[in-house]
């Protein structure tokens, strides 16, 4: 696609002011606390509208779309664990950060255990953070490589230069106030598209309910206590410890909670991001279905997405026809071409800004908090205890500087090479699996010690490699049955959460019990 030239403007505009919004907090960001939190006085509601801003990403806004065109609402399920989720952590994981007196997420795991986890917690952090980085600059080059005919290594390398430029010179407040006008454009963005495709029904919007409730489109799944397959039940699970893990142990998240004035605005941030990301993560989910009614109802553009999508696969090496094209294939592909051929001008350059929006939000604040763990959990703590500030600041530019260029290399690297990032997702995944049942046991389990701790991360971590590598490794024709993992694999951050824990309450009781018999 040829992109015109208002949507080429509106594209143009908004890059270079969110560059420049965040580029003028750079006086207010020339001191630590300055860059990591903002000196403690930011509003709670634009911290609250961060976090939500977190949570979506490019991703968010085409392949939950996908996923609702192809299947269901059954993952709206995740977004429901949110409020459960938001209580505890507002109830016990905010306190905790507030009052720890660091910034670091990862300080409670040293005082708790020892240095060692407090190193498990870091080196698990930085990796999937790197992995995230690449993987969202990656998957954006993609789809605006489809959308405008840009090249992909150009899309990669602008967004990450402008990315990391804004979040070197603003430090954590340019962080927070971009990502407030991208969860507008965002949204904004969001209803238009929805907008778009309800008035584009031949017979009203009324017609999506109907089409979309004959297909059973609006089913959240089974509720049969089943944890084999995607009922209702396993999304909810997995949402649950998946943001349990973000509001406990995710740098990200605690950087926030320090950035509000007081502990109350920053608890209210925490029910601010969860209550906007509830509905905002229906719109989403409403845009996969009326997609799906709008395709039903317009055969000629089904055609054309099939057509492309067999291409695809038949350049892959998987030679189908469009008619063999499946609607689980379909899903992913359908709003790209909707962008690209139903909307009026301007309005594509619009949407082209939200992808990029949800992008950035992503991006930005993995930078800033890798910069933050860089200095206080890497550089003060095992280098130079006792820099200055002049050299703590060289080390957050640098830190910057250094996460945004290598999340660079590592979308430039995945161009064509997806399996690589799909093993790098499985094993950071597999290494982390323990952190959020070992801040568990730190927070909770107040009686359990460092010799209790390693030996639960280690069978956690074991655990956690059985359930997510077979399938990497050997694929489970590989694998006796009875080795083969049965749960279906949102099952494994809370089966490795729960595994830690308990074994670490476990042996920590055993090992009281054998202390009184002596």
């Given at each position: 696609?040829?992109?015109?030239?208002?949507?080429?403007?509106?594209?143009?505009?908004?890059?270079?002011?969110?560059?420049?919004?965040?580029?003028?907090?750079?006086?207010?960001?020339?001191?630590?606390?300055?860059?990591?939190?903002?000196?403690?006085?930011?509003?709670?509601?634009?911290?609250?509208?961060?976090?939500?801003?977190?949570?979506?990403?490019?991703?968010?806004?085409?392949?939950?779309?996908?996923?609702?065109?192809?299947?269901?609402?059954?993952?709206?399920?995740?977004?429901?664990?949110?409020?459960?989720?938001?209580?505890?952590?507002?109830?016990?994981?905010?306190?905790?950060?507030?009052?720890?007196?660091?910034?670091?997420?990862?300080?409670?795991?040293?005082?708790?255990?020892?240095?060692?986890?407090?190193?498990?917690?870091?080196?698990?952090?930085?990796?999937?953070?790197?992995?995230?980085?690449?993987?969202?600059?990656?998957?954006?080059?993609?789809?605006?490589?489809?959308?405008?005919?840009?090249?992909?290594?150009?899309?990669?390398?602008?967004?990450?230069?402008?990315?990391?430029?804004?979040?070197?010179?603003?430090?954590?407040?340019?962080?927070?106030?971009?990502?407030?006008?991208?969860?507008?454009?965002?949204?904004?963005?969001?209803?238009?598209?929805?907008?778009?495709?309800?008035?584009?029904?031949?017979?009203?919007?009324?017609?999506?309910?109907?089409?979309?409730?004959?297909?059973?489109?609006?089913?959240?799944?089974?509720?049969?206590?089943?944890?084999?397959?995607?009922?209702?039940?396993?999304?909810?699970?997995?949402?649950?410890?998946?943001?349990?893990?973000?509001?406990?142990?995710?740098?990200?998240?605690?950087?926030?909670?320090?950035?509000?004035?007081?502990?109350?605005?920053?608890?209210?941030?925490?029910?601010?991001?969860?209550?906007?990301?509830?509905?905002?993560?229906?719109?989403?989910?409403?845009?996969?279905?009326?997609?799906?009614?709008?395709?039903?109802?317009?055969?000629?553009?089904?055609?054309?997405?099939?057509?492309?999508?067999?291409?695809?696969?038949?350049?892959?090496?998987?030679?189908?026809?469009?008619?063999?094209?499946?609607?689980?294939?379909?899903?992913?592909s359908v709003l790209p071409h909707f962008i690209v051929h139903g909307l009026p001008a301007g309005a594509t350059?619009?949407?082209?800004?939200?992808?990029?929006?949800?992008?950035?939000?992503?991006?930005?604040?993995?930078?800033?908090?890798?910069?933050?763990?860089?200095?206080?959990?890497?550089?003060?703590?095992?280098?130079?205890?006792?820099?200055?500030?002049?050299?703590?600041?060289?080390?957050?530019?640098?830190?910057?500087?250094?996460?945004?260029?290598?999340?660079?290399?590592?979308?430039?690297?995945?161009?064509?090479?997806?399996?690589?990032?799909?093993?790098?997702?499985?094993?950071?995944?597999?290494?982390?699996?323990?952190?959020?049942?070992l801040f568990l046991l730190g927070a909770i389990a107040r009686g359990v010690r460092r010799p209790a701790a390693?030996?639960?991360?280690?069978?956690?971590?074991?655990?956690?490699?059985?359930?997510?590598?077979?399938?990497?490794?050997?694929?489970?024709?590989?694998?006796?049955?009875?080795?083969?993992?049965p749960l279906h694999a949102h099952m494994t951050i809370v089966v490795g959460t729960l595994t830690v824990f308990?074994?670490?309450?476990?042996?920590?009781?055993?090992?009281?019990?054998?202390?009184?018999?002596?």
């Amino acid at each position: 696609m040829k992109l015109p030239v208002v949507d080429a403007v509106v594209i143009a505009v908004y890059l270079a002011a969110v560059v420049g919004l965040g580029c003028w907090f750079v006086r207010r960001s020339r001191t630590t606390q300055g860059f990591m939190v903002g000196g403690g006085r930011i509003p709670g509601w634009a911290v609250g509208i961060s976090i939500f801003g977190t949570y979506l990403s490019s991703n968010t806004f085409l392949f939950v779309p996908g996923k609702a065109y192809s299947e269901n609402w059954n993952a709206f399920a995740f977004s429901l664990s949110l409020p459960i989720a938001a209580w505890i952590a507002t109830t016990w994981f905010v306190p905790l950060h507030r009052r720890g007196g660091s910034i670091s997420a990862y300080d409670h795991l040293e005082r708790r255990f020892g240095g060692w986890a407090r190193t498990y917690g870091v080196v698990c952090y930085l990796l999937t953070q790197l992995a995230r980085v690449g993987a969202v600059l990656f998957g954006v080059s993609l789809v605006l490589a489809t959308l405008t005919g840009w090249p992909q290594v150009a899309v990669i390398v602008v967004a990450g230069v402008a990315v990391t430029l804004y979040t070197v010179l603003g430090g954590i407040e340019a962080v927070i106030w971009t990502d407030v006008v991208q969860a507008v454009v965002l949204s904004v963005g969001a209803l238009t598209l929805l907008a778009l495709l309800l008035s584009g029904m031949p017979e009203g919007p009324g017609q999506t309910v109907r089409i979309a409730a004959a297909e059973d489109k609006f089913s959240l799944g089974s509720f049969a206590l089943d944890f084999t397959r995607s009922t209702f039940w396993v999304p909810l699970l997995y949402g649950l410890f998946e943001n349990l893990k973000n509001f406990g142990i995710d740098q990200s998240y605690v950087q926030r909670y320090h950035a509000a004035p007081t502990e109350e605005l920053a608890r209210r941030s925490v029910w601010i991001g969860a209550m906007l990301y509830l509905p905002t993560s229906a719109v989403f989910f409403a845009i996969g279905t009326a997609a799906y009614a709008y395709y039903q109802t317009h055969p000629e553009f089904l055609q054309q997405v099939s057509q492309e999508v067999a291409q695809r696969l038949t350049a892959a090496g998987e030679a189908v026809t469009a008619a063999e094209v499946t609607t689980a294939q379909v899903g992913d592909s359908v709003l790209p071409h909707f962008i690209v051929h139903g909307l009026p001008a301007g309005a594509t350059g619009l949407l082209v800004a939200a992808i990029f929006a949800a992008a950035m939000s992503s991006i930005d604040t993995s930078l800033n908090s890798a910069a933050t763990v860089a200095l206080i959990d890497i550089y003060r703590r095992r280098l130079r205890p006792d820099c200055g500030e002049r050299e703590s600041m060289i080390v957050l530019y640098t830190a910057t500087a250094a996460m945004g260029a290598a999340g660079v290399a590592v979308a430039l690297a995945l161009i064509g090479v997806r399996s690589g990032l799909d093993a790098w997702w499985t094993l950071s995944g597999v290494f982390a699996g323990g952190l959020l049942g070992l801040f568990l046991l730190g927070a909770i389990a107040r009686g359990v010690r460092r010799p209790a701790a390693v030996c639960a991360v280690i069978v956690g971590v074991l655990v956690v490699g059985w359930m997510s590598l077979p399938d990497l490794l050997y694929g489970p024709a590989g694998l006796p049955e009875w080795l083969v993992n049965p749960l279906h694999a949102h099952m494994t951050i809370v089966v490795g959460t729960l595994t830690v824990f308990l074994v670490g309450v476990g042996v920590s009781r055993l090992g009281m019990t054998r202390r009184l018999s002596q």
